[in-house]
């Protein structure tokens, strides 16, 4: 194990409890910075201002009550509606009751890990245009690790999901249009958690506006070629516009086809494409563990690409890709408005309260991970995993609605990971440290920027 792999802490958290206005402030400019230093040893930490209630919860124990059993007193809605709704519609992300369920019913066979292993291929080949950038590129070069991930994260959601090729144009104006409507998401957030309205309008209001009807053409787009027999028929895509409810037998429409198409290519491939790059800053900070990945993917794939049967054997690369998201969650928190009033722990929760569960930080939390700001992919042996809390670590949530394509981006992202790092080694530049920025998904407040030099 190196012996010194313990990262910076930035952005620092605030030392004293923030007034309420200036946390909210401050979740405008980057939420990371509002949570202080007593959410990091708190279990829960209640603001009572204004007539709003909002708690911010930490423990494993009270997150699971939220998420799994008192599921029923908490709800997504209006949040979700109000903060992706432009672009998200109704789709998975945001339905809520029975048209939750139904979509669900639908579309959990395509997600099972076993079916999602078939296109471990795809993944790897995806990589191939970035790894292609790289070798006419000079060893060592600076490499724009965000926007190459974000591009073969696109490649691979272009082969796998959508199975039709993206026009230069429509790729761009989703790369464009989701970085700007996912920039203005904490005015939508900090809107609704002081209860105004919806259309309340605030900075970057109409930027976004265009950019959710941006990403609703796209998909308009894909659907259509999809009609049009455009593909080959085993993408995701495709299988879901055929697939039925197994109860009454109805196929989802094509206005919710086209919602969580959206929810595909603005959340699915941004946090595949951050969660790469994180991983591959941690691997590059500490570069002994990178060495030790590579020897790890030498003895078991060889010289040749990797296949979806090695996957289970590459235990610490898993591991260092687990423990690169503990620190740098791909989604850094969840939000729930309570339906009724609800006891949790010693707090009395009142009908309508804000519920926000900072994943960034039970993840980083004092009471649950020793030494926390230490990379240590041994948190993540079998042994470790079994007997901690399972809300302890969430990197796709938990419960009911947990992230239908976690299992997806487990797979698809560890197949990229081992691509990457068996054709390159990865450096950091002196003085390079990210800043985490919370967008919904957690990405560096500025373009990351790695030496990249591919390997013989």
């Known amino acids: 194990m190196p012996s010194d792999a313990t990262i910076v802490e930035v952005p620092r958290p605030p ?49 699971q ?33 029975d048209d939750w369920r139904r979509q669900r019913r639908i579309a959990a ?29 000079a060893p060592g070069s600076l490499q724009i690790i965000g926007k190459d991930m974000t591009d073969a994260a696109m490649q691979a959601l272009q082969d796998t999901i959508l199975g039709a090729d993206l026009r230069e144009q429509d790729r ?12 203005s ?18 900075p970057g209001s109409n930027t976004m506006r265009r950019a959710g009807d941006n990403l609703r053409e796209v998909a308009e787009r894909v ?10 028929g085993v993408d995701l895509l495709a299988r879901l516009v055929a697939a039925r409810d197994q109860g009454s037998g109805a196929k989802m429409s094509d206005s919710l086809i086209i919602d969580n198409v959206v929810t595909f290519l603005m959340v699915g491939q941004e946090t595949t494409a951050q969660a790469l790059s994180w991983a591959l800053y941690v691997l590059a900070l500490f570069p002994e563990w990178q060495d030790e990945v ?7 794939m060889g010289a040749g690409p990797l296949g979806a049967n090695q996957l289970e054997q590459l235990g610490l690369l898993e591991a260092v890709f687990m423990e690169a998201m503990r620190l740098y969650p791909p989604a850094p928190s969840l939000m729930r408005i309570a339906r009724r009033p609800v006891k949790l722990g010693e707090v009395e929760l009142a009908s309508g309260a804000t519920v926000v569960i900072p994943i960034y930080v039970v993840h980083r939390h004092r009471r649950l991970w020793p030494d926390p700001l230490r990379f240590d992919p041994s948190r993540f042996t079998p042994e470790a995993r079994a007997g901690r809390h399972r809300c302890a670590y969430m990197p796709f949530s938990t419960g009911p609605r947990s992230c239908i394509g976690g299992a997806f981006s487990m797979i698809e992202t560890k197949v990229m990971l081992a691509t990457f790092l068996a054709k390159a080694r990865f450096e950091l530049p002196e003085g390079e440290v990210p800043v985490p920025l919370a967008r919904i998904t957690l990405r560096p407040k500025q373009a990351l920027k790695l030496k990249v030099t591919m390997l013989r």
């Open 15 to 63: 030392a004293g409890r923030l007034p309420f206005l200036r946390l909210l402030a401050r979740v405008v400019s980057n939420p990371v910075g509002s949570w202080g230093e007593d959410f990091y040893d708190e279990p829960m930490v209640v603001y009572d201002d204004f007539g709003l209630q909002t708690v911010f919860v930490m423990d494993p124990e009270l997150v």
């Open 65 to 97: 009550q939220i998420l799994l059993d008192d599921s029923d007193a908490f709800t997504k809605s209006p949040l979700y509606d109000d903060v992706l709704g432009r672009a998200g519609g109704k789709g998975l992300l945001i339905a809520e009751g």
């Open 109 to 137: 066979p395509l997600f099972r890990a076993e079916a999602i292993l078939s296109y471990a291929p795809a993944f790897a080949a995806s990589c191939e245009p970035v790894l292609a950038r790289w070798r006419k590129a």
């Open 172 to 183: 761009k104006t989703v790369s464009e249009a989701g970085t700007a409507f996912l920039s």
């Open 185 to 202: 998401t904490t005015w939508k957030i900090a809107y609704a958690s002081l209860k105004l309205p919806s259309w309340t309008p605030h």
């Open 223 to 232: 659907l259509a070629n999809r009609r049009q027999g455009l593909g080959d």
């Open 294 to 300: 590579r020897d790890e993917l030498r003895r078991v």
